[in-house]
């Protein structure tokens, strides 16, 4: 393929300046510097909103759809098992060692090489490359606010370590705060109603509960009960029960009618954190189908959360790398990884581009 060898060489180096400097979530903008810098090199206009980085191929035609590259450059604090300094990038064994190498850097870098592919080529769509921030933490300063300054998605390619597998659906996350009430007593004394014992009831439907609606690629919507809390003192009946709700919302729902089924089916107070993190499902006949059915994608329902459950427009995920890596001790990625998610991005855009 035309320039994949020096698209992947730029790349790898470029990978190991970022991966060189931190970048935890809200600590992001020394590497936004070092990715405006790279793209402001390509001679394009380059736009900045906080840590968020972004910028065209082409010059914007608004009678033409848009087509997003996207990932992030922000990443998790290191874990206490890591045996190589995070911040050295070492390649050994065809492996590129580092803090956020494989979650999120090695696709970060195979989308902005592959844009930079498409700079200056016609295209029946405009290529719009985002490099997001705080997506590790969902942050209120990452996609999500600059959403309403970029143009609409007609697909969003959003890059994850999923081994070149193209996630269709995503599951959301939906957390829930429950608070049980009874009634304060002497524990010596058959006085008051306890609010652990009602709470036990809800933690046992909780525990055997199934939701209605399945999905073909995730399955069922997930609850689980994370947090308990009660009691103040060995000799009063607690007269409240506090408890946390996890629940991992597949495309079949969205938050808000998951939440509706947990709540005819609980007797606590529920309190939703946060309907943000929506599950996502590219919509049936999209053109995406067609182009991974002609590159014989393997398609799938990812159980993770990235950047798709804050675009508002249909998305996919995929990019090299492995997701059982991310966050682990030692991350890598495989050289060679980068190389095919080069070679794949740039087919995927290709093929697009033919079926439009």
């Known amino acids: ?24 979530s809200k600590e992001e903008n020394i590497t936004a510097d070092l990715i405006e810098a ?16 972004w910028a065209f191929a082409n010059e914007y035609n608004p009678a033409l759809p848009t087509v997003w590259l996207n990932s992030h450059h922000d990443t998790v604090k290191p874990n206490n098992g890591y045996t190589l300094n995070p911040f050295t990038p070492i390649v050994k064994d065809g492996k590129l060692f580092g803090l956020g190498s494989n979650d999120a850097g090695g696709p970060l870098v195979s989308l902005i090489a592959t844009f930079c592919h498409f700079i200056g080529k016609p295209l029946p769509f405009n290529l719009l490359m985002i490099a997001s921030a705080e997506e590790e933490i969902s942050g209120a300063k990452g996609i999500s606010s600059i959403i309403s300054k970029l143009p609409e998605a007609e697909i969003a390619i959003v890059g994850e370590p999923t081994q070149m597998r193209l996630a269709v659906a995503e599951k959301g996350l939906l957390v829930i705060d429950a608070k049980i009430h009874g009634k304060a007593g002497h524990a010596a004394r058959e006085e008051g109603v306890n609010a652990i014992y009602l709470a036990m ?15 073909p690629f995730l399955g069922r919507t997930k609850v689980t009960a994370t947090v308990i809390k ?3 003192q060995h000799n009063v009946v607690p007269d409240l029960c506090e408890y946390t709700l996890d629940v991992r919302v597949t495309d079949a729902y969205t938050l808000e009618e998951a939440f509706q089924e947990l709540k005819s089916n609980l007797k ?18 999209h053109l995406m189908y067609r182009v991974a059915a002609k590159l014989k994608l393997e ?5 993770t959360l990235s950047d798709q459950a804050l675009i ?4 996919v995920k995929i990019g090299p790398g492995d997701s059982a890596r991310s966050h682990s001790a030692d991350e890598f990625i495989f050289v060679e990884e980068i190389k095919a998610g080069i070679q794949g991005y740039i087919k995927i855009i290709n093929t697009y581009a033919e079926l439009s």
């Open 38 to 53: 790279f793209l402001l090199d390509k001679n394009l206009s380059v736009n900045r909103a906080g840590n968020n980085v």
């Open 201 to 215: 009831d809800d933690l046992d439907e909780i525990r055997n509960f199934s939701f209605f609606k399945s999905s």
């Open 299 to 303: 398609k799938f329902g990812s159980p």
């Open 230 to 232: 009660a009691g103040h």
């Open 268 to 285: 606590a107070e529920l309190t939703p954190r946060s309907m943000r993190l929506q599950s996502s499902h590219l919509p049936d006949g």
């Open 1 to 24: 393929m035309e320039n994949v060898d020096r698209l992947f060489e730029e790349a790898v180096e470029f990978l190991k300046e970022l991966i060189a400097v931190p970048s935890f």
């Open 312 to 315: 508002p427009w249909p998305s």
